[in-house]
């Protein structure tokens, strides 16, 4: 089996891009680590985890209106973790 585990977050001040990408992959490796210590708990095994952080480069929804003004209900669809698994048949 494997997963991927990519967490999404737009940042509001555009000169915080890389900080935001490095916040967004710690996040996503934290939930990457929950996850193989769960498994290594129940005795799971043959997991491949993959972790991927992406900062404001994949919105789900535009966060910002023609102005420019941040639309907060729109900025929290953006800070979003997604896991992805395919099972080997």
């Not at 997963?3 to 915080?16: L, M």
């Not at 789900?60 to 929290?76: Q, R």
Request: proline fraction near 3%; charge should be negative.
């Amino acid at each position: 089996m494997k997963g991927r585990i990519r967490n999404g977050r737009k940042a509001v001040n555009p000169p915080e891009y890389q900080r935001r990408v490095l916040l967004s992959l710690d996040r996503a490796t934290a939930i990457k680590n929950w996850f193989q210590t769960w498994a290594d708990e129940k005795g799971i095994d043959g997991w491949t985890l993959l972790v991927d952080g992406k900062g404001e480069t994949e919105l789900k929804t535009p966060d910002t209106n023609v102005e420019g003004t941040f639309l907060e209900d729109a900025g929290a669809l953006n800070r979003r973790v997604e896991i992805e698994i395919e099972l080997d048949e």
